[in-house]
């Protein structure tokens, strides 16, 4: 299976969300290599780390638009609280027995992609506008601005 590359297209501009949709897209990369593979063990042990690590993401921009007050985090929410019951059930098939490698690829990788590009994109002019994250807001700004950042990546993260 082909394997996902980082592309300029998919940044946000906000360094941590970047990185963490670049671990996501690792996982999805893990995910395709097994793909060939047919292991449903395996197939289950990089599910539920993709899964454990996307509801911390999922927390975490949830808290970064809330405290950047984005009008759109309640539909914002929602599109997760969906894909979350999409992988629900896409684990309730693999712990049934089902080989659901590649739908489950298939599926998340045009997900996280569209969301990245569409929903994630939506919400970084609130979110550079209260953090002040631009080239020309002042350092004191910058550095309590990239403390909250901070403290939200170690309370979700470790």
Known sequence: MEL?????S???GIE???NQHRQLLEFLNELGKETASRDNRKTAEILEGLSEYTVSHFAFEEALMEE???PYSGPHKHVHKTLIQRVTAF???LAAGEAISEELHSFLR???I???QRDDKAYVASVSAHFKLEDE???EEKEENHGWIARMTRKFFG
């Open 10 to 12: 998919y940044d946000t």
């Open 68 to 70: 950047a007050g984005y």
């Open 91 to 93: 684990k309730e098939k």
């Open 137 to 139: 807001a002042p350092a």
């Open 110 to 112: 045009r997900w996280l």
């Open 4 to 8: 996902l590359e980082w592309k300029k």
């Open 114 to 116: 569209n969301h990245i």
């Open 16 to 18: 941590e969300i970047d």
